[in-house]
């Protein structure tokens, strides 16, 4: 390749990005008149509708269609989601002639792209780590495959839907590139503003309040860093806490409208077993596959010794989703979260001839387009 032919390591990886994602939604889109289903609804369909209401109409002005799993409406039901995301959306949709369906779905792009670049940057930073004689090329790679195997994830069409998974990880990335790059500023705001989006953001808060508790002789940015880490997550529970009356306020509405508590993995263990010793419904099979595979994927990351703020964010994170009760389909989603888990498959890609490196990127995409456009449009309860 020429030099003027030579891309920029960070618009590459927003190119290869954007690329895969727009394959999802064309699968997505033909799926969608197979099963007479408008891409607009799918792309838009169980919890980001409840983004899109509370972004129109506010916590307290949500229609009374918004309900719980239990099927249940009440004035406090709509503040189990998290307000970063929707009020994103409700501001942007404040502009002229943009729906807050037309601005969920661009920030996503926008905001995708931003995740894209600090995705890169981090599977980058690993490589350098765990081999200090890696190239500046094989770095790269690195970081260009970890990019890949993240927007082709089983459930990456997410990303591209009115959900909070584009805007989470583009945080939770770049709040762990300024802590293995001791910019803590950068990790500081990152984790107060992941706290707003997802209860998951905690992890990101633990990893940053924790490094810059260890580092705190770097200074005063170390400190301040730690402080405001955890101000977005506690002030919103503060927010429930004062309509609810109760400081475990959220917690209750979550756990009695979606039926998620802390069950140490005994649901996730018990669904792994009914589904492999005796289920025919395809769903739960694919689910099964993918919450083993998410598995494997943590422990090679510790035989492969990522550095331990990954680690410990990658181990929150998926303790979060496999040591808790809910609906099991819903695990391939909530483990998008977890990315750096692929950091080890990325090395060695990046390690591999072209050919292996490129089919394997086609194949992810092509297998992650049909996973998405599956479950979205065949099964009922996908995410």
């Known amino acids: 390749m020429t030099p003027a032919l030579r891309w920029h390591p960070a618009a590459t990886a927003v190119a290869v990005y954007l690329a895969i994602r727009l394959v999802g939604v064309v699968v997505l889109a033909w799926f969608g008149t197979i099963h007479d289903l408008g891409l607009a609804d799918l792309l838009s369909r169980w919890d980001g509708v409840w983004m899109l209401d509370i972004a129109d109409y506010g916590y ?10 239990q099927g249940v409406h009440t004035d406090t039901t709509a503040y189990a989601f998290f307000p970063g995301y929707p009020g994103l959306v409700g501001l942007f949709a404040k502009l002229p002639f ?14 995708g792209a931003v995740a894209a670049v ?20 094989t770095a790269r790679n690195t970081g260009l495959m970890l990019v890949v195997l993240f927007a082709a994830a089983p459930m990456g069409i997410v990303l591209s839907m009115t959900y909070t998974e584009a805007l989470f990880c583009a945080l939770a ?25 997802r209860p998951t953001g905690i992890a990101v808060i633990v990893v940053v309040m924790l490094a810059a508790m260890i580092t705190h002789h770097e200074g005063l940015r170390a ?33 009695e409208g979606w039926d998620t508590s802390f069950d140490g993995g005994k649901a996730v263990v018990t669904f792994l077993y009914d589904t492999f010793t005796g289920s025919l419904d395809a769903v739960a099979v694919l689910t099964a596959f993918v ?52 950091i080890p498959l990325a090395i060695r890609l990046a390690r591999s001839s072209r050919l292996a490196a ?22 009922d309860f996908a995410i």
């Open 60 to 69: 307290d002005g949500v229609p009374e269609s918004g309900t719980d799993a």
């Open 98 to 111: 943009v729906s807050p369906f037309g601005a969920g779905i661009a920030l996503n792009v926008v905001i």
């Open 118 to 137: 600090g995705v890169a940057r981090l599977g980058a930073i690993c490589a350098e780590r765990l081999r200090p004689d890696t190239s500046d090329a």
């Open 173 to 197: 990335a770049w709040a762990l590139v300024g802590v293995l790059e001791e910019r803590w500023l950068l990790a500081g705001f990152s984790a107060f503003a992941v706290g707003l989006v």
């Open 223 to 255: 400190w301040i860093a730690g402080i405001i880490a955890p101000l977005g997550y506690l002030g919103y529970l503060c927010v429930v806490w004062a309509k609810t009356g109760s400081p475990s306020g959220w917690f209750r509405i979550q756990t």
């Open 291 to 342: 919450i083993v595979a998410a598995i494997v994927l943590l422990v090679w990351s510790f035989v492969d010794r990522l550095p331990w703020p990954v680690l410990m964010y990658a181990t929150l994170v998926s303790a979060s989703v496999l040591l808790s009760s809910g609906l099991m389909p819903s695990r391939s989603r909530l483990m998008l979260p977890a990315f750096v888990i692929l």
């Open 358 to 379: 490129i089919s394997t990127a086609v194949g992810v995409t092509l297998v992650s387009a049909w996973f998405g456009a599956y479950m979205l449009t065949v099964f």
